[in-house]
């Protein structure tokens, strides 16, 4: 089992040094407020993602933000897509602390702040746990056991 997960490692590895890509992470990016860039919405109504693509630099990871994540307005609405951001963001937060897979709010917060730290992983419409590292588990599982 160990000759497979490294093997898989240098095949990841091969595998995006081909594409001239080691060590750089690819997040979607849209409701920057940026002028001239998509909104969220764009994003998901949109055909293609490849416009959304962006490189993040050196130590970043994958963000997602989800204001109003746990209200809904007078219709009953959950949150409005309009309102979401994707892109990058530093791995370190400005304490110093590094960032973990996954989605956070605090007691009192509006907002939900989901990181990642695999290419294209902050695609997902609506907010929920990062389940990446067990799904990953599942899969190596039944690899392993001849599934």
Known sequence: MLRLTAAALVLLACW???????????????????????DCVEFLTSGTWTAFRRQCAGDDVCVKTVPGWNMADEE??????????????PQRSVGGVAHKDGCWSGPNSAFLICYCSNDFCNAARTPAPALTP??????????????
């Open 134 to 147: 067990a799904l990953l588990g599942l899969v190596a599982a039944y690899v392993v056991l001849g599934g």
């Open 76 to 89: 009953g609405a959950s949150v409005k897509e309009s309102w979401v951001s994707r892109g990058c963001t």
């Open 16 to 38: 995006r040094a081909v594409r001239g890509e080691e060590g750089a992470l690819w997040c979607y990016e849209c409701g920057t407020n940026v002028t001239g860039e998509p």
